[in-house]
T-cell receptor
Framework: DQQVKQNSPSLSVQEGRISILNCDYTNSMFDYFLWYKKYPAEGPTFLISISSIKDKNEDGRFTVFLNKSAKHLSLHIVPSQPGDSAVYFC??????????????FGGGTRVLVKP | NAGVMQNPRHLVRRRGQEARLRCSPMKGHSHVYWYRQLPEEGLKFMVYLQKENIIDESGMPKERFSAEFPKEGPSILRIQQVVRGDSAAYFCASLHGQNTEAFFGQGTRLTVV
């Protein structure tokens, strides 16, 4: 049961253009969403997050959009840079009271930014 | 403020041996998660711990795997009688509290030969 899905395993984009990464989820209890970036042989690095009470959050070149009715979120990177080439993971969590909130990850999208 | 520290970075074990993976969370963080990444796959949740408590172990295999987070010292993920299928990257993450970002360590790459 894959609750968080990233349907595009890879994405290739020209330097300077926009990268759009998509993520879909099925669990309506998810209320907090995050994007992580991962280079080979390193741990995931937090990029940006959004709470379910918002529909947009922006941080520099990164913007995350949340469409709760469609259970869909996206990450926009503009302009894309060669250093952005990495695997990007979407993650979601649901407040579980005393049990805390584990992160459920999508399968990742490999982004290649061509110079 | 040091980040999440995992050691060793690389671990080679023969089939049947035990593997011990250590994770020291960020200062002030009392929540620790363990995730496993198999080759060409995403991150799979294994276990969530707070100090001296296992909160959620729904992702842990029923046999051979155990985890602890003692009052003092790092969190330990233990894999007994390792098999080749245990070869993966194991990541630890810590966070301060609810709905905050989790910070990941560099991971331990376990290779079972």
């Amino acid at each position: 049961d894959q609750q968080v899905k990233q349907n595009s395993p890879s994405l290739s984009v020209q330097e300077g253009r926009i990268s759009i990464l998509n993520c879909d989820y099925t669990n309506s209890m998810f209320d907090y969403f995050l994007w992580y970036k991962k280079y080979p042989a390193e741990g995931p690095t937090f990029l940006i997050s959004i709470s379910s009470i918002k529909d947009k959050n922006e941080d520099g070149r990164f913007t995350v959009f949340l469409n709760k009715s469609a259970k869909h979120l996206s990450l926009h990177i503009v302009p894309s840079q060669p250093g952005d080439s990495a695997v990007y993971f979407c993650a979601a969590s649901a407040f579980q009271g005393a049990a805390g909130n584990k992160l459920t990850f999508g399968g990742g999208t490999r982004v290649l930014v061509k110079p | 403020n040091a980040g999440v520290m995992q050691n060793p970075r690389h671990l080679v074990r023969r089939r049947g041996q035990e593997a011990r993976l250590r994770c020291s969370p960020m200062k002030g963080h009392s929540h620790v998660y363990w995730y496993r990444q198999l080759p060409e796959e995403g991150l799979k949740f294994m276990v969530y711990l707070q100090k001296e408590n296992i909160i959620d172990e729904s992702g842990m295999p029923k046999e051979r795997f155990s985890a602890e987070f003692p009052k003092e010292g790092p969190s330990i993920l233990r894999i007994q009688q390792v098999v080749r299928g245990d070869s993966a990257a194991y990541f630890c993450a810590s966070l301060h509290g609810q709905n905050t970002e989790a910070f990941f360590g560099q991971g331990t790459r376990l290779t079972v030969v």
